[in-house]
């Protein structure tokens, strides 16, 4: 029932945010008599805040339109690559005419972001994306509100994640050679089990593997969502996590971890960060700091932007991960695409490298969390394995932002470049020839890469 009165309560109050919107814009613009009024631009920037506050957020485009390439607006064009019940495998697709550029783009490494399936959107990971286009092919996992998937699409499991992850890596090897896998947060441990089984199996696995800040050993240095994770039954997380979607979705009747429940979780971590924001948020607009107005805006679309998960998938990854520790422990049996169940033997991977990535800082996973992936993939060499703690960061700090920029990516960069053959794979839809153009200027689309 919970949800059905979340949603009505959302639908009562859609009126009433639109209109706070339409009051805001009539206060704020300098043609409107109510603009002249007394305490105009306050009371303009408390409706404003107000629209925002009750708003119903959408999921966010990743809007990656150009990407400077070594002085070279390249054009990227984003597309669907497969399209499975639950997640899509998105490309970034690279398009110049400057024929120096395009030799560059043609011979880099590919790479699988994997992004987080706990709560927020893949284009939380749009500066990752944008970031790693300038010297990679670039797909990632874009994963579906569970609420828009309907019931006869079926259910959704931990193991489904895993073998989700192996067709898109299997996808990648078949069009290009191999690939890199790079996982952020929450897919570290099922991108870790997914590459295990391909080793035990004897298939090929990715050149390199990055993982970063998830947790693969959930009982180092444990944190806030850890610790809610073990203080919590397994039954209680069932009984009072868990709805149905209401009738008014695609998914109606799909149990699932409503985002809405997660976005009070997410703020309840840090409260009066939050509090604080939206105060400044409100003083910028009444001091006509738009620039500042608008970092806010920005963030939080992107933070207010929640999806549903599947149930199955959801209270499995609690179960595994965070109160089992079944990859840890050399307990976890997956269930693959033929039905038959295979045990994770994270020592069995030989050929991938290695790098880990935490954040100094990180209150979502612990120090030493991710590291620890070190300890269970034994077979592969020291030398073909590194760890690097970003300095100053948390857990955002690792893949977004400035820090991420300067400080994490040209580790991941040289580390996935180290483990480049010398010759890659033409790209088979880069062939046709191409014309010059001048630096700085964006390109009639012609190749691409």
């Not at 670039?138 to 959704?156: C, H, M, Q």
């Not at 073998?163 to 890596?169: D, G």
């Not at 549903?308 to 840890?328: G, N, P, R, S």
């Not at 839809?429 to 200027?441: E, L, V, Y």
Request: glycine fraction near 6%.
């Amino acid at each position: 029932m919970l949800y059905q009165i979340y949603e009505t309560q959302r639908s009562i109050m859609e009126p009433f945010s639109d209109l706070a919107s339409v009051t805001s814009k009539l206060l704020n613009n300098p043609l409107s008599p109510l603009g002249h009024l007394p305490l105009a631009q306050r009371m303009a920037a408390g409706y404003d805040l107000l629209h925002r506050l009750g708003k119903d957020y959408e999921k966010p485009e990743f809007g990656i339109h150009t990407v400077d390439v070594d002085g070279v607006d390249v054009a990227i064009h984003e597309r669907v690559e497969i399209d499975k019940p639950f997640c899509e495998l998105r490309r970034f697709k690279r398009f110049s005419d400057d024929t120096t550029t395009l030799g560059k783009l043609k011979g880099q490494p590919v790479v699988l972001i994997v992004a987080p399936l706990s709560g927020h959107y893949a284009t939380l990971l749009r500066d990752t994306v944008r970031t790693m286009l300038k010297d990679h092919k670039v797909y990632i996992t874009d994963w579906k509100n569970a609420r828009l998937v309907p019931l006869s699409e079926g259910e959704f499991h931990l193991d489904d994640y895993i073998n989700y992850v192996q067709e898109f890596i299997r996808y990648l090897q078949k069009t290009y050679g191999n690939c890199h896998v790079m996982s952020v947060c929450q897919p570290t441990v099922p991108v870790l089990a997914a590459v295990s089984l391909m080793a035990s199996r004897g298939e090929t696995t990715p050149l390199s593997m990055t993982m970063m800040g998830g947790p693969i050993d959930a009982r180092k240095s444990p944190t806030a969502v850890n610790n809610l994770a073990t203080q919590r039954s397994f039954a209680w997380f069932e009984n009072n996590v868990i709805y149905r979607v209401p009738d008014k979705f695609p998914g109606a009747g799909r149990r699932v971890y409503p985002g809405f429940l997660q976005h009070t979780g997410f703020v309840a971590m840090n409260p009066d960060r939050h509090l604080n924001s939206h105060y400044d948020y409100f003083q910028n607009l009444i001091k006509g700091d738009d620039a500042s107005a608008e970092v806010h805006r920005k963030f939080y679309d992107e933070y207010n932007a929640v999806l549903d998960m599947d149930a199955d998938y959801y209270l499995e990854t609690i179960h595994t991960v965070f109160q089992d520790f079944k990859l840890v422990n050399g307990t976890w049996d997956v269930r693959n695409e033929q039905g038959r169940v295979e045990r994770v033997r994270p020592q069995d991977i030989v050929h991938s490298g290695l790098l880990t990535v935490e954040g100094e800082l990180d209150d979502i996973s612990g120090s030493g969390q991710t590291a620890a992936a070190h300890a269970l993939c034994t077979g592969i060499p020291a030398a073909q394995r590194k760890h690097y703690e970003a300095k100053g960061a948390g857990h955002y700090g690792i893949f977004s932002g400035k820090r991420w920029r300067d400080l994490v990516y040209p580790e991941v960069k040289a580390f996935i470049l180290a483990h480049q053959p010398s010759t890659s794979a033409p790209d088979a839809a880069a062939q046709a020839p191409a014309r010059k153009t001048p630096a700085r200027k964006r390109a009639v689309p012609a190749k691409t890469a």
